[in-house]
């Protein structure tokens, strides 16, 4: 039987197939989950060669992820497009760089929101996990973000090589109001344009 940290890294081997982390500068994925805080979660702004932001929830000792082409909306009448994207390590939600000409995904990420979240999801009015939720295709939780705050919605509506989801922001107080610091990191404060320079 396979313990669960053997698990988790049976989980990122896509992640490892994609990159040279020697090379890309990004995280090997070491980092285990600290018990008794929230999940995590992290939205990258990532100019690769289209221009998309990367969607990440911690469930279960890595990141799942999706990449949002247009990044997440706080008007909950804005369906958000998400495709599914390879598990990634935890220590991927504190990454901000310049992943190298020549490398999976090569161009500036930045750490355009970052946080913890809790989850929501029920099946038939009683809770459930979110390994679960994404199981059935359908999550519900609330982040607690610098940028984003209050509830939101993950759909699966679409299953196989095309497989699609659609993020939207829940009616709730946190709806419509305005992003802060919309280009800038919330981690370093830093637009794009300053991460790329930096790492010239
Ligand atoms: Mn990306």
């Known amino acids: 039987m396979a313990d669960q940290a053997g698990v988790k890294q049976g989980r990122l081997a896509a992640y490892r197939r994609k990159r040279d982390v020697r090379r890309s500068g990004e995280p090997a994925g070491r980092r285990n989950r600290t018990t ?51 598990d990634h390590p ?32 029920e099946n038939r009015g009683r809770p459930i996990e979110m390994a679960e939720a994404l199981r059935r295709g359908h999550a ?34 946190h709806a419509g109001k305005r992003v802060p610091r919309t280009t800038r990191s919330a981690l370093t404060g830093r637009t794009l344009t300053q991460i790329r320079k930096d790492d010239a």
């Open 36 to 86: 008794g805080e929230e999940p995590t979660f992290v939205v990258q702004h990532h100019l690769a060669s289209s221009d998309h932001y990367d969607f990440r929830l911690e469930v279960d000792g890595v990141l799942r992820s999706w990449a949002i082409p247009k990044g997440p909306s706080v008007d909950p009448h804005d369906k958000r497009m998400a495709r599914p994207t390879e």
């Open 140 to 173: 519900s939780f609330e982040l607690d973000g610098q940028k984003l705050h209050g509830g939101f919605a993950l759909t699966r509506i679409r299953r196989g090589r095309d497989e699609s989801w659609l993020l939207v922001k829940k009616a709730d107080r």
């Open 90 to 121: 935890l220590d991927y939600a504190d990454f901000e760089g310049v992943i190298p000409d020549g490398e999976y995904g090569a161009g500036p990420v930045q750490v355009w929101d970052v946080g913890r979240y809790r989850n929501n999801s």
